[in-house]
């Protein structure tokens, strides 16, 4: 992957850029919520590092086990319901796990729901979604076969057309 | 100048140039708005000299506050997705080509771990879950500087080669994985990424869209549960004031600079011409909700006490402890019509976790500045 020699533009925006984030540095150092800035810097160390070294490869895994594994009428839709999955249980999770009201147990309205409950419903949709895609492709891939001519660029075509 | 490879297991269409440009674009946009309404709503809890907030129209920060979180939650996704599409890069060899190439290099890192840090940590705190030992509002602060920072320099050198990537029709198109095994293809992709940021906001929006509110089903608030229906962030026994706001010495004083200081009993406060306003409390974290108020108004009383027509004000609360006991009226505020110490809520006295006896309510501010508890109205 070549990359285009740097223009006018970067030479613009790094002093700008430079300058906001030492805005942001110098800000920290001098707040007072912040006792020492090593707590933050640990903290955007480590989150470089959980998605660099772990979420990341992760997926990687994920994709390399089940994609091979899957026919092609349902590989899509099934990377598609992965992908959606693992982002909305990143957005539940604190609630699945108690995180938050464990800090304040006498408020109920802080996770009032079951969230066991509430996230199999939403992946409920999600995975409802993605069969009736499957279902969609599986047709017209049937289809397909029997009239190439007609129906080859439909649903379950090959994927690169480059 | 060396050609840079990476590791050839990364065989996916998905690591595309098209992909980081487009989705580059996109999280600039998302980005962009975050940090805005972000400081925004940091100018309006800590407003500097040059800076007053106005009190009208009521529902602005709702929208501005209910934008901010929407549009953090929905970034998630989006920024997963770029940092997977140009992944292969982390392991680029060799490491840089020039000396501006290594700047760049390193601001990604920046840019990198301030992305998901806010994005985690503003999750969190909407969680109201804070495990680290800094104040969540100073380093979620401070770090979208940086971040926006890094994401300046970073457009800066990628401007050049998105606008290839995108619009340059003549340029050659990088070679995708050849026969790719996967039906994952590289639109189908960009669309899941879409989908996944609408699944988002579709299963959290409704926290502070009401009608979309039965669908929040991942979202840590409902706008429609809670005491009286709707939600708490503080309660009274967490805030120690459960024997205080009942006690029957309770007063309301109403002093500094003002010709009369003044005094009264909720009784007397009740005396009082009431007045009623359906005002929303739209909170930091991301929920709202509109409800109907009833009480006294705060510049009737500022009237009655004799303070100037321009006067602003400080609220004090009950609770002894916490930045939030006070929250200030700037002059626009204070003489607001709808600017309520609100006694009643939906027809019925307030429950003690939202304020019983006396809540400070008015249109157009955060929910941390709806202060609870109320029992002191210092003029300035």
């Known amino acids: 992957m070549s990359e285009p020699e740097y223009g006018r533009a970067y030479w613009v925006a790094l002093p700008i850029g430079g300058a906001l984030m030492a805005f942001g540095i110098a800000g920290m150092v001098g707040d007072k919520g912040i006792a020492t800035s ?6 955007l160390v480590g989150a470089d590092v959980a998605h660099d070294f772990v979420l990341a490869p992760l997926a990687c895994l994920i994709g390399a086990v089940v994609a091979p594994a899957l026919p092609r009428w349902c590989r899509a839709p099934v990377q598609a319901a992965l992908l959606t999955t693992g982002v909305l249980l990143i957005v539940v999770f604190p609630a699945l796990r108690g995180y938050g009201h464990d800090q304040v147990p006498d408020n109920s309205s802080v996770q009032p729901l079951d969230y066991t409950t509430a996230t199999l419903t939403a992946l409920a949709v ?5 069969a009736a895609w499957s279902a969609v492709r599986l047709a017209s891939a049937g289809r397909g076969r029997r009239r190439p001519r007609t129906r080859a660029r439909r649903g379950g075509r090959p994927t690169s057309r480059r | 100048m060396p050609e840079q490879t990476t590791l050839r297991v990364f065989t996916s269409e998905q690591h595309d140039e098209r992909n980081a440009a487009l989705l580059g674009i996109v999280l600039g946009v998302t980005f962009t708005v975050c940090f805005v309404t972000g400081v925004l709503s940091h100018l309006i809890q800590d407003p500097p000299s040059w800076f007053r907030w106005p009190s009208r129209p009521a529902g602005l920060y709702r929208v501005t506050q209910g934008v901010h979180v929407a549009t953090g939650l929905a970034s998630i996704p989006l920024l ?6 140009v992944f292969p890069k982390l392991f680029a060899w060799p490491p840089f080509r020039s000396v501006a190439h290594l700047v760049e290099r390193l601001t990604i890192f920046p840019l990198v771990a301030g992305g998901v840090f806010e994005l985690f940590s503003g999750l969190a705190d909407t969680h109201l879950w ?6 969540f509002r100073s380093a979620h602060y401070w770090v979208a500087w940086i971040t926006i920072g890094a994401l300046v320099v970073h457009f800066g050198a990628k401007w050049a080669g998105t606008r290839a990537a995108l619009f340059d029709r003549t340029a050659p198109v990088v070679a995708a994985a050849p026969a790719s095994t996967s039906a994952f293809d590289r639109r189908t992709f960009l669309a899941t990424v879409f989908g996944a940021a609408g699944a988002v906001t579709l299963f959290t929006v409704g926290q502070t869209v009401a009608p979309l509110r039965k669908l929040a089903l991942l979202a840590p608030r409902r706008p429609d549960t809670g005491p009286q229906g709707f939600p708490v962030n503080r309660t009274a026994a967490t805030a120690g004031v459960i024997e205080s706001a009942r006690s029957r010495d309770y007063r309301l004083r ?3 600079k003002v010709r009369r200081p003044l005094e009264f009993t909720r009784d007397e406060l009740r005396a009082l011409p009431q007045h009623e306003a359906t005002l929303p409390i739209a909170c930091v974290e991301g929920w709202s909700t509109s409800q109907r108020w009833r009480g006294v108004r705060v510049r009737d009383l500022l009237e009655r006490a004799g303070a100037a027509s321009d006067a602003e004000v400080r609220v004090h609360s009950l609770q002894r402890r916490r930045q939030y006991r006070h929250s200030d009226l700037n002059r626009w505020h204070a003489h607001d019509p709808d600017t309520l110490l609100a006694l009643d809520v939906n ?6 976790d939202h304020g019983y006896p006396l809540r400070l309510i008015g249109p157009n501010r955060p929910g941390v500045q709806q202060t609870k508890w109320v029992t002191r109205v210092v003029v300035r």
């Open chain 2, 80 to 85: 997963l997705a770029k940092l997977w599409v």
């Open chain 1, 126 to 130: 999600v995975w409802a979604g993605a």
């Open chain 1, 38 to 43: 090593l707590d933050i810097g640990a903290w």
């Open chain 2, 254 to 256: 109403v002093e500094g």
């Open chain 2, 130 to 135: 804070y495990p680290w030992p800094f104040d």
């Open chain 2, 347 to 352: 027809g019925e006295p307030l429950d003690i």
